[in-house]
């Protein structure tokens, strides 16, 4: 199964009752292992949390530490992009070239570096002077 069918497929047990909008999140890790993630959301709204954060909570818990590739998809008329935060996160374990492949359930593809998704991101070495 291709990632972004995996995706595709884990998007269908998102729990969206607020939003109606589905996400799904498969990764690849350095292992040669897939997580895969849905957002959960929840009636506190700011405690629900993205699918992104699902994929990335399941690969530290099966033991690996490092993303090669990740897909991203919902029903929106144009590729889905992950928020903000969500790039942050995924900045934190993927390599700078690791590849992330953002799609509509209609088929459009948009795929980029993930150091393009967060120009300027956030880097431990920031916090040198602490
Ligand atoms: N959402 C994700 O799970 N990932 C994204 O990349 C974009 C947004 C979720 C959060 C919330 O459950 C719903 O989509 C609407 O914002």
Redesign the pocket.
């Known amino acids: 199964m291709s990632l972004i069918d995996a995706a595709k497929a884990v998007r269908e047990n998102a729990y969206?009752p607020?939003?109606n909008?589905k996400?799904g999140?498969a990764l690849t890790a350095k292992s040669g292992a897939v997580y895969v993630g849905?957002?959960v959301?929840n009636v506190a709204y700011p405690e629900?949390?993205?699918?992104?954060a699902g994929a990335i909570a399941a690969m530290i818990a099966g033991g690996d530490t490092q993303i090669t590739e990740i897909a991203?998809i919902?029903d929106s008329p144009v590729p889905?992009?992950?928020?903000g935060g969500?790039r942050q996160k995924l900045f934190e374990f993927a390599a700078p070239e690791a590849k992330i492949t953002m799609a509509s359930l209609s088929g459009e593809q948009t795929i980029m570096a993930v150091a393009d998704l967060l120009p300027g991101a956030f880097v431990k070495a920031q916090m040198d002077n602490a």
């Open positions: 969206a607020y939003s909008f996400v999140v849905c957002n959301e629900g949390t993205c699918a992104e991203v919902a889905v992009t992950p928020c969500c």
